[in-house]
T-cell receptor
Framework: AQSVTQLDSQVPVFEEAPVELRCNYS??????LFWYVQYPNQGLQLLLKYLSGSTLVKGINGFEAEFNKSQTSFHLRKPSVHISDTAEYFCAVSDRRGGSYIPTFGRGTSLIVHP | NAGVMQNPRHLVRRRGQEARLRCSPM?????VYWYRQLPEEGLKFMVYLQKENIIDESGMPKERFSAEFPKEGPSILRIQQVVRGDSAAYFC??????????????FGPGTRLLVL
């Protein structure tokens, strides 16, 4: 069974500093990887996804992530964060398994941007 | 172009009552997924439905919980005889259903259920 580990439950950072949110997964087959953001009292929005091709994926709001197959990681990065980036971030993985597509989500990382 | 709609946004029930959560997928989407989010936890998959079919309900508790996605109308997640432990945010997501493994899920704003 696939699993997703988000190593940090909370990441505090100052505004305009760079940030990296870590995500590791376990799966024995080809995977598709996603990062979602959840603002308070809202649903999840897709930030970016890796399906195939270039291992560096660019998403919305200046975020990017790099797929590293050997390390089974898909870390999310932003070179300079803004106060408005304060939110919960979820990594998710889905794989070719059975007849249905059910992503597995990590527990989430709370990004807290301080002025 | 409306996104995924869920109602009610907030629902308060007393122990033993029934809770009905509704989800209208995005236009053109035929696949619906329900997730539960407990405080300080990620999303836990509950059930995956297509129109008139339950495809995967491996995450659904065996008792008191049921889901449907009729030919017409929204998908319904029904919780009978609610208990305090059912208090959570319930999210619905939809997808087009034409690219199974790689398609993005679009999430609704969630229904926050509080059981008193």
């Amino acid at each position: 069974a696939q699993s997703v580990t988000q190593l940090d439950s909370q990441v505090p950072v100052f505004e305009e500093a760079p940030v990296e949110l870590r995500c590791n997964y376990s799966s024995s087959v080809s995977v598709y990887l996603f990062w979602y953001v959840q603002y308070p009292n809202q649903g999840l929005q897709l930030l970016l996804k890796y399906l195939s091709g270039s291992t560096l994926v660019k998403g919305i709001n200046g975020f990017e992530a790099e797929f590293n197959k050997s390390q089974t990681s898909f870390h999310l990065r932003k070179p300079s964060v803004h106060i408005s980036d304060t939110a919960e971030y979820f990594c998710a993985v889905s794989d070719r398994r059975g007849g249905s597509y059910i992503p597995t989500f990590g527990r989430g990382t709370s990004l807290i941007v301080h002025p | 172009n409306a996104g995924v709609m869920q109602n009610p946004r907030h629902l308060v029930r007393r122990r033993g009552q029934e809770a009905r959560l509704r989800c209208s997928p995005m236009k053109g989407h035929s696949h619906v997924y329900w997730y539960r989010q407990l405080p300080e936890e990620g999303l836990k998959f509950m059930v995956y439905l297509q129109k008139e079919n339950i495809i995967d309900e491996s995450g659904m508790p065996k008792e008191r919980f049921s889901a449907e996605f009729p030919k017409e109308g929204p998908s319904i997640l029904r919780i009978q005889q609610v208990v305090r432990g059912d208090s959570a945010a319930y999210f619905c997501a939809s997808s087009p259903g034409d690219r199974r493994y790689e398609e993005t899920q679009y999430f609704g704003p969630g229904t926050r259920l509080l059981v008193l």
